[in-house]
Nanobody
């Protein structure tokens, strides 16, 4: 059974940091590209950051220089380190696993709220 379980969300003040984790099971984690998406109220889900099975990374322009995606294949976990958080980063953050567009899995999401 495939599972993606996100954790690490919460309430943080502007300028603060959070580290999201996504623990995967039920598939060959190291073979999948992993991504973080987010969806704010009233907006479409958007790609935040992605990391390929080879370790190449891609970021949305809005988070470049502030967010870092990484993966630990030994722990079947992908991380999103978020620094210098802004109120506009407030959203539900989702973990995604993708195998060449053929197989695609989603987590349930974790809420991130940036507010003073």
């Amino acid at each position: 059974q495939v599972q993606l379980v996100e954790s690490g969300g919460g309430l943080v003040q502007p300028g603060g940091s959070l580290r999201l984790s996504c623990a995967a099971s039920g598939f060959t984690f190291s073979s999948y590209a992993m991504s973080w998406y987010r969806q704010a109220p009233g907006k479409e889900r958007e790609l935040v950051a992605a990391i390929t099975s080879a370790g190449y990374t891609h970021y949305a322009d809005s988070v470049k220089g502030r967010f870092t995606i990484s993966r630990d294949n030994a722990k079947n976990t992908v991380y999103l380190q978020m620094n210098s958080l802004k109120p506009e980063d407030t959203a539900v953050y989702y973990c995604n696993a993708d195998w060449g567009g053929v197989e695609d899995y989603w987590g349930q999401g974790t809420q991130v709220t940036v507010s003073s």
